[in-house]
């Protein structure tokens, strides 16, 4: 019965589900393909025997395995707007066993809508999506329950079997129907605050039983939310519209058929309610702009460092799009000769300050292993998994591996090639590393590990005890076939505007191995070193393009000094890729 009334209003749901997947794909593909880096899920019995020691245990298992998947392009917002959709077909269905003749049917959108809000959140579990069409079933058939004595055995069971499968959904479950029996016969109401009450001490006994460290997760949709962090409002909006309308289901259930043409204006008015609350929720809870870093990361995870490049044109907001951009100018071997092509605005965009916030953390990873700094690219690993919710981020345990591979830390290597050989999506790589374990020869055979390898200093010391500076020198003078370390360096003066510490750096490097030739960035730098002497120029080899291209900058700067405002949007356009227009008309943090 309950699969007839899903199937019926086909074309309406097939409708529904098109427009969320165009919605979430568009709007959100790369968020669901970030989210494989927040829930790692592992084939393994007691893994999944972890889960349902505790309430909610399902679901989460569930959401868990379902979550894997979503590294799979466009598998994220496939899956995600069948669920929503599957909520909107529950609570049709519940509306329509409450008040068959009610129109209430677009409003049935109502729980699909603002469930959507928090889906973006990457804080957020879809485990509260699940549960969520977890009672909604239960709901459907306490309606199709008829005695007084039926309902509240059923109400007792089934919030029992609610809080431990799927957990806080119990509790508004329990809500729902006492708000029912409250309207509906108000003498006999109160046996129905037992359910209440029974829901009330499974908390009580969760908490004591230390399940989960507040009430709040075992009660509310806080549950469903990452522990760590206070959500949002747009958490609580689901489970405050259902209740609002199963009420007014219930005071439309004597609502007797309507004439078609009254039964449409109804619909597009629940339509424009519908639609209004989405476009406020769109506007207020869905954080849009977080897309782009999360296609950068994804690039990044991908090694498409062209398309990083691609996408950073013109000003970029932000330090971490800019610290993106730059590893993947380093990765390109790009960083010296383009680096002020690119909008540029100090070294946090070269390198983001350590917070211990995980994202922050994986990127610093990446851009300390671009470096060839080995310690500190595996300290921001351990942090980044340390921060990461559940049993790690997949991603920072590769880059594990890599890192005690690469120190010959073999026998740590194989715990986490055997933890990863567990999940789907990461077995192929982590079997593939085997074949370095306890074989030196393979590690330096590799193009990847064994220039990695090279540039671990030759005696141990303290990381950045003299600063990270003089760690990438040491590193470039080592291994200076490593030439992203050489290039880090010297970004990290020029960004910095530190001429004096440039000029002793590249009077040191210039003409060793690390540092052949100047890229066009460090040749022009040495024009500002020494700005009226060209021999100085001609000792690290200056081009003469260089040098004419000075001379015109110079020429601009000395005919607009008299307008001082204007002058970098009139400069930007022809020299805007320099570090003449960075370092004179730009301003850093």
């Known amino acids: 019965m309950l699969f007839r009334v899903l199937c019926s209003s086909t074309v309406f749901w097939v409708l529904v589900w098109l427009a969320l997947f165009f919605f979430l794909q568009t709007y959100g593909g790369y968020h669901f393909l970030y989210l494989d880096q927040q829930n790692m899920f592992l084939h393994d019995e007691s893994c999944f025997l972890s889960f349902l020691d505790k309430p909610a245990g399902l679901v989460e298992y569930l959401s868990a395995r379902m979550t894997q998947h979503f590294i799979i392009p466009f598998c994220g917002a496939l899956t995600v707007s069948a669920l929503l959709t599957l909520t909107g077909m529950l609570t049709a269905a519940v509306v329509r066993r409450i008040a068959p003749h009610s129109n209430l049917f677009v409003c049935s959108l109502l729980p699909v809508v603002t469930l959507l809000f928090p889906v973006f ?35 007792l069971f089934a919030s029992v079997t609610l809080f431990w499968l799927a957990g806080a959904v119990a509790f508004l479950f329990v809500v729902c129907i006492f708000l029912r029996e409250l309207l509906n016969r108000f003498t006999q109401a109160y046996i ?55 009420l007014a289901s219930f005071l439309l259930r004597r609502k007797d058929e309507v004439r078609p043409g009254r039964k449409l204006t109804e619909r597009i008015v629940q339509l424009a309610l519908v639609g209004g609350i989405f476009v406020f929720g769109v506007k207020n809870f869905i954080n849009l702009k977080a897309e782009f870093f999360k296609e950068l990361d994804y690039y990044v995870r991908m090694e498409q460092w062209d398309r990083i490049t691609a996408r950073c044109q013109g ?34 965009g070269l390198l983001l300050p350590k917070n211990r916030v995980t994202h922050i953390s994986v990127i610093l990873s990446d851009v300390y292993f671009s470096m060839g700094h080995i310690a500190l690219s595996q300290q921001m690993a351990f942090e980044a998994n340390m921060s990461t919710e559940g ?32 999940t789907c999506y990461y077995k192929s790589w982590a079997t593939a590393q085997r074949r370095f374990l306890w074989n030196d020869s393979a590690v330096e055979a590799d193009p990847t590990l064994g220039i990695k390898r090279k540039c671990i200093p030759a005696q141990n010391d303290l990381a950045e005890m003299n600063g990270l500076d003089s760690d990438l020198r040491l590193i470039a003078r080592q291994t200076p076939e490593h030439r992203a370390s050489i290039q880090y360096a010297g970004a990290l003066y020029l960004l910095d505007k530190n001429m004096a510490a440039f000029k002793e750096f590249v009077e040191t490097m210039y003409g060793t191995d690390a540092l052949p030739a100047l890229p066009k960035s460090f040749q022009e730098a040495v024009i500002i070193l020494s700005e009226q ?53 730009k301003k850093i943090d």
Not at 412 to 420: N, Q, R, S, T
Request: glycine letters at 6%; proline letters at 3%.
């Open 121 to 155: 959140d990457f804080n957020y579990c879809y485990s509260g999506i699940l549960s969520y069409c977890l009672m909604l079933t239960a709901l459907y058939f306490f309606y199709m329950t008829g005695s007084i004595a039926g309902r509240i055995v059923y109400t």
């Open 192 to 246: 129905f605050l037992l359910p209440l009450l029974l829901v009330a001490g499974l908390a009580i006994w969760g908490v004591m039983s230390s399940w989960a460290a507040e009430y709040r997760f075992l009660l509310l949709p806080d549950g469903y939310f990452t522990h760590r962090l206070q959500p949002g409002f747009a958490v609580y909006l689901s489970w405050i519209c259902l209740p609002v309308l199963l």
């Open 315 to 348: 000003n970029l907001s932000n330090y971490l799009y800019k610290c993106y951009l730059n590893l993947a100018l380093a990765e390109k071997g790009e960083l010296g000769e383009r680096m002020f092509a690119f909008d540029q605005s100090g070294l946090k």
């Open 391 to 422: 049993l790690g981020n997949p991603r920072m345990y590769k880059r594990l591996i890599q890192t005690n591979l690469i120190t010959g830390a073999y026998s740590i290597a194989e715990k986490y090639i055997a933890l990863l050989e567990k």
């Open 533 to 585: 002497d060209p021999d100085y120029w001609a000792r690290f080899h200056v081009s003469e393009a260089t040098a004419q291209r000075y001379a015109d900058f110079r020429q601009q700067v000395l005919a607009n000094r008299n307008n001082a405002s204007a002058l970098p949007a009139q400069m930007q356009h022809r020299f805007g890729d320099t570090y003449w227009y960075y370092f004179m008309l």
